[in-house]
């Protein structure tokens, strides 16, 4: 158990809605980030927040927004679904920001299926 | 940019045989962190090793073992004596350092399957 707490597991929706991941990060981990996992992009970062500013973004989707709250938890926002972001989102948590602090613990990951 | 690329996309072999899982990867920066990530079949990502770009020590735990060569940008991981409970994908991935930020940018994984 990495101690990285992603709710729910698995989510079915329908094209056109909208959806909100919920991620805890370890207890004392500071950053958080978020990646997406799907068959033919693989495992790509789509945004990094660190005690509640945003400091890196990957090829996230302008339909997608993500925030931390003061108690470190962070919620991946998914609006507007469409088939192809069906994907399995995974939550990182790290205590630092970069380098010597950086090793990132991975939770189970949000099964996501838009039909 | 930087990239990863794990040539091999599937590896097959029987229980007991070593087996190594290439990783190579293209960055500018001089300072980076490597890393290895085991994904089994119930799909979590498991940590399993770090190196920064600094460090060319090769590295042994238990089974695994990994060998980093700066001048092949290779970073190459060895399963030795492996058991069934290895099969799983494995994912290099690759940090550049950047002051304040962080992301990992994976390699497409390779998936390894050990047969009794």
């Known amino acids: 158990d990495s101690g990285v707490t992603q709710t729910p597991k698995h989510l079915i929706t329908a094209t056109g809605q909208r959806v909100t991941l919920r991620c805890s990060p370890r207890?004392?981990?500071?950053?958080v980030y978020w990646y997406q996992q799907s068959l033919d992009q693989g495992l790509q970062f789509l945004i990094h927040y660190y005690n509640g500013e945003e400091r890196a973004k990957g090829n996230i989707l302008e339909r997608f927004s993500a925030q931390q709250f003061p108690d470190l938890h962070s919620e991946l926002n998914l609006s507007s679904l469409e088939l192809g972001d069906s994907a399995l989102y995974f939550c990182?948590?790290?205590?630092?920001?970069?380098?010597?602090?950086?090793?990132?613990?991975f939770g189970a990951g949000t099964r996501l299926s838009v039909l | 940019a930087q990239k990863v690329t794990q040539a091999q996309t599937e590896i097959s072999v029987v229980e007991k045989e070593d087996v190594t899982l290439d990783c190579v990867y293209e960055?500018?920066?001089?300072?980076?962190?490597l890393f290895w990530y085991k994904q089994p079949p119930s799909g979590e990502l498991v940590f399993l090793i770090r190196r920064n770009s600094f460090d060319e020590q090769n590295e042994i735990s238990g089974r695994y073992s990994w060998n980093f060569q700066k001048s092949t940008s290779s970073f190459n991981f060895t399963i030795t004596a492996s058991q069934v409970v290895d099969s799983a994908v494995y994912f290099c991935a690759l940090s550049p350092y950047a002051q304040g930020a962080q992301k990992l940018v994976f390699g497409q994984g390779t998936r390894l399957t050990i047969n009794p």
């Open positions: 960055t500018r920066d001089t300072t980076y962190y």
């Open positions: 990182a948590s790290s205590v630092g920001p970069s380098g010597a602090w950086g090793i990132q613990y």
């Open positions: 207890s004392g981990d500071l950053s």
